[in-house]
Each structure stands twice: as C-alpha cells, then as structure tokens.
C-alpha cells in the first residue's frame, strides 16, 4: 500500500461528491484505500465484503491480474491516440470482440465514457437516424417513469427518477413517459419475472395515439430497472414493447449500463429476455469498472442509414475527445477475456437460484416489505419510517458498512449486485450482514 493510502486526508471539504450526503459523509467518512476480488479495505484496515461490485460495474471482482497488467502496458506503449479522423488497433479489436458476444444483428459499436454519455449518444443517434431516412418529424422520445438513463439532460429527460429531475428546469421538449412496472401487492415477493403487468406496454399504444407515430424516434427503457430499485419488468413486457415499436417505426432503445456483461446470467438482458432492440447502451461491466468506459451497440441498420453522402464527409457529428481511448480498451479487452476465462457472464445464470432463496430467505425479517431478484440482482424494500423516507435504508448501509458490507440503498430499498466471482458461501456472508443490519436498525 503506498504512503500516500496509509494517511487519512486532513480536509474534506474541497471536494464536492456526487450523490453523497456531503456533510453527513465528512461528519463520518467511509474511506477505502484498497480492493480485492471480493472485498474492499476500508482505511482503519477492514475488510468490506463488496455485495454492489462497486457501483453495479465490477463484474469480475477487484484488481484482476490480467486488467491491471494490460492498462500498465497500454500506458507504456500507446498512451493516447486521437479519436477523430484517427485511430489505433486495439479498439477496432475491441469492437469486433463486442459484437462477438452482442446479441444476434448487433453488428456496430460506438465508444463513450460513460453510462450517461451512452444513453444521450443513443438518443441523438435515434434522431438522426430517422432525419437521415428522410423522416426528420420524427424527434419524440419516450422513457418511462423511475427510469434511469444517467445524469445528463438527454437522460434526465427521458429518465424518471424524480429527484434527479426536478432541479433541473424544463429539460428537453418533445418527451413523454411510459408508465413503471413496479405493481406491489400485485407482485409482492415474486421469484424472478413478476405475472401482473403486462398490459403496461400497451400504454405505449397510448402515447402513439397521442402524438402520431410518425412524430416519435425512439422509446428507452432498461430492460431491469436498477438504480430506482431493481424493478424486474412483468412476463412479456419487453416482448410486447418490441412488437409496438416494430409496427410503428419506432426504434427500441435498451439501457443495459448494468445488465449488459452477465449480469443477469446472460452475456446482455435481451439475451434474457429473448428481445433484440435496435439500440443497447451500455458501460460500468465493459472496463470492469476500472477505468471509465461506455459503448453503444446498433444493428446494421441503424448504422447503415448513417452511410450516405460524399465519403469524406463527417457520418455522425457526435464523439468524445476520448472514445475508445487506447488505456480504456486495453481494459476492456482483458475485462474480456477474463469473463471468458471464467465463464462470468454466464456464471450468474448457475448462481441464480442459490441467490434467489437466500435473498428470500429475508422475507420474514423486521421492516422487509417486498423482496425481487433476477441473475445475480437483488432488492429488498424496507417499510418508510414514517416522516422520514430513506432513512431507515441508510441507517441500514451505514451499519452494513460498519459490520463489513458494502451495500447500496435507493430510497428504502436495499440493492445487491455482487461482482460475479461470488462463491455461495460468500452469499451465505452478504445476506447475513444484512439479516443482521435489518434486526439492528430501528
Ligand atoms: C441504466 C443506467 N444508465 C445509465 C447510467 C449512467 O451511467 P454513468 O454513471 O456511467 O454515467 C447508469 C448508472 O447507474 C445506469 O444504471
């Protein structure tokens, strides 16, 4: 460990943390200064069992061999190379590696940095496909509500989470939201894919009557909402979204920041779910979570009807100084390789039941109102306190913290996502923390 992990930081105020209770965070840090494979180091020495692989993006464990060696010798050898009108080896091998495992007509990828630049690319993407096919009245694009799509306005705009939302002015013009799937008392503590809900694609029809199909792009969802609180979406729900747009013209946009690198037990949801989009966004598990990254899949007809015009013109004026940046792809091809070493994204797939009846095995716990899981996700909703919603749910991630846990709270829900090298005894530990957590608080 180097010295400068070892002393404590003696001010904490000039940095500004994202979605942090900053002065609540400074009163009483949690500080990590080191990781491995399963576990966090907390600064007093610790070990923090990881049950969120970070912040659902490290899929195979902490400080991977292979990874850390390929960013150290990617540093030495080709450090930066410009995006524009330029480009270097390794990240045309790393998008032909993607659209190796990408579900079926997945043929093309475009790299970001971020979930959130993902799902804004994928939005404006959508537009200009249809401008470029001669349907430029098609701008509308449809979310639906406790979506999550990353911060920026694109994703706020189509996002429905509304905290993340409201400070934030007008946001764009021309969206509209899809009903949330999230049906309690109908589907209280299902296993897996909730029954009721169904019919809630077909308020899609709704809002196509509404404003004409012919005025709307693009409708966006995450295939397993996460950030809201892991809402899985109802049997034939996804399926049923595909069939309107398809009819309608309409491409299907699926956020698969977390889904997408076995998450589920399958390379990407729509392997899940059997559902092929025209649009997948996705980032965190691509790099594992070690350096930023992000890359949006489109099929060959998306990219194909950018392809037109004099040669050398400019397709897509969109990019960041650091898409597929030589560092970042080096990582993400030994990220790869290491999934397929180890067979992780299909791992969750075998895990899945041994995970489902432990997380369920909360369902008589104090304050446990609803428990949901799918792959290797899990969420278990806590009853408000009264007066003070989120509370209790922190209270619980501070104490996790303190038992050696790292979990994640949304509101009053407790989320799990652990990195997929998790063995079950390792679950067995994560779950017990929180049997424990959830007897202590009040
Ligand atoms: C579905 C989804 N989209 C987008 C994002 C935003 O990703 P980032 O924080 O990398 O911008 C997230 C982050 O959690 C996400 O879950």
């Not at 993006?57 to 902490?62: F, T």
């Not at 971020?114 to 994928?122: C, I, L, N, V, W």
């Not at 609180?229 to 747009?245: E, N, Q, S």
């Not at 965190?284 to 998306?302: C, L, Q, R, W």
Request: with cysteine; hydrophobic share 40%.
């Amino acid at each position: 460990m180097s010295n400068r992990l070892k002393v404590a930081p003696n001010d904490l105020s000039a940095f500004w943390m994202p979605f942090t209770a900053n002065r609540q965070f400074k009163q009483a840090p949690r500080m990590l200064v080191g990781a491995k494979d399963m576990h966090y180091t907390a600064a007093d020495g610790r070990k923090i069992m990881d049950g969120t692989a970070g912040l659902w993006c490290v899929n195979a464990g902490h400080c991977r061999p292979k990874i850390t060696e390929a960013i150290q010798h990617q540093a030495a050898e080709l450090d930066y190379a410009p995006a524009f009108q330029m480009g270097h080896p390794i990240v045309f091998e790393l998008a032909n590696r993607l659209v190796d495992i990408a579900p079926k007509g997945m043929e093309h990828v475009f790299f970001t940095n971020s979930g959130s630049e993902s799902a804004d690319t994928a939005l404006k993407m959508a537009i200009a496909y249809h401008r470029a096919r001669g349907e430029g009245s098609r701008t509308r694009l449809i979310g639906r509500e406790r979506g999550y799509h990353g911060v920026n306005f694109g994703g706020i705009s189509v996002g429905g989470i509304v905290s993340n939302r409201k400070m934030f002015g007008s946001l764009l013009t021309g969206v509209d939201h899809l009903p949330h799937t999230h049906l309690p008392g109908k589907n209280t503590f299902t296993r897996g894919e909730p029954e009721h809900g169904l019919e809630l694609a077909d308020e899609l029809e709704r809002i196509v009557a509404l404003h004409d199909a012919s005025t709307i792009a693009a409708v966006i969802v995450e295939p397993v909402a996460g950030s809201t609180g892991v809402l899985i979406p109802p049997k034939g729900y996804l399926k049923r979204l595909r069939d309107i747009c398809t009819k309608h013209g309409i491409l299907l946009i699926f956020d698969e920041v977390i889904t997408g690198f076995g998450r589920l037990g399958t390379p990407f949801a729509a392997d899940y779910f059997d559902v092929i989009p025209d649009i997948i966004t996705t980032a965190k598990g691509i790099s594992n979570g070690v350096i930023p990254m992000g890359a949006v899949f489109v099929t060959k007809d998306v990219h194909d009807a950018f392809m037109n015009g004099p040669e050398h013109v400019i397709e897509f004026f969109h990019g960041y100084t650091y898409s597929g940046n030589p560092i970042a792809s080096a990582a993400a091809l030994a990220t790869l390789d290491t999934y397929k070493e180890e067979g992780l994204l299909t791992r969750g797939a075998e895990l899945a039941p041994y995970w489902e009846d432990a997380l369920h095995s909360l369902k008589d716990e104090p304050h446990v109102i609803d428990i949901r899981n799918i792959g290797l996700v899990g969420a278990i909703e806590l009853e408000p306190i009264a007066g003070a919603p989120t509370k209790r749910a922190f209270d619980a991630f501070v104490k996790a913290f303190e038992r050696g846990a790292l979990i994640r709270t949304t509101g009053d829900i407790i989320a799990l996502s652990p990195p997929l090298i998790i063995s079950k005894g390792q679950i067995d530990e994560l779950i017990d923390h929180v049997r424990e957590v959830l007897r202590m608080v009040d």
